[in-house]
C-alpha cells in the first residue's frame, strides 16, 4: 500500500477577504433557494401559462444590458 502525504496546512484567510467569501456563499445560497422555491412551485402546480411567462429574448437583452453596464466602453 503506498502512504498518503499528510495534509498540508491551511493558509487562513485575512479578515477581509474571509467576510467576502461568506457573503459570496451567501449569495449563492441565496440564489440557490430561489431556485429551488420555483421549482418546487411547478413541480406543485404545474407550468404557468405562456401569457404570463416573459420571453427569453426578452430576459436575454436584458441581462445583456446589464453586463453593458457594468464594462466601460472600449475606445
Do not use: K
Request: glycine fraction near 2%; include cysteine.
Amino acid at each position: 500500500m503506498s502512504e498518503q502525504p499528510a495534509p498540508a496546512a491551511r493558509q487562513q484567510l485575512d479578515p477581509a477577504a474571509a467576510d467576502a467569501v461568506r457573503a459570496y456563499a451567501a449569495r449563492t445560497r441565496a440564489g440557490a433557494d430561489r431556485f429551488a422555491a420555483a421549482l418546487e412551485d411547478i413541480a406543485a402546480n404545474g407550468l404557468p401559462a405562456p401569457e404570463d411567462c416573459t420571453p427569453w429574448e426578452d430576459l436575454r437583452e436584458a441581462h445583456l444590458a446589464r453586463l453593458a453596464a457594468q464594462r466601460p466602453a472600449v475606445a
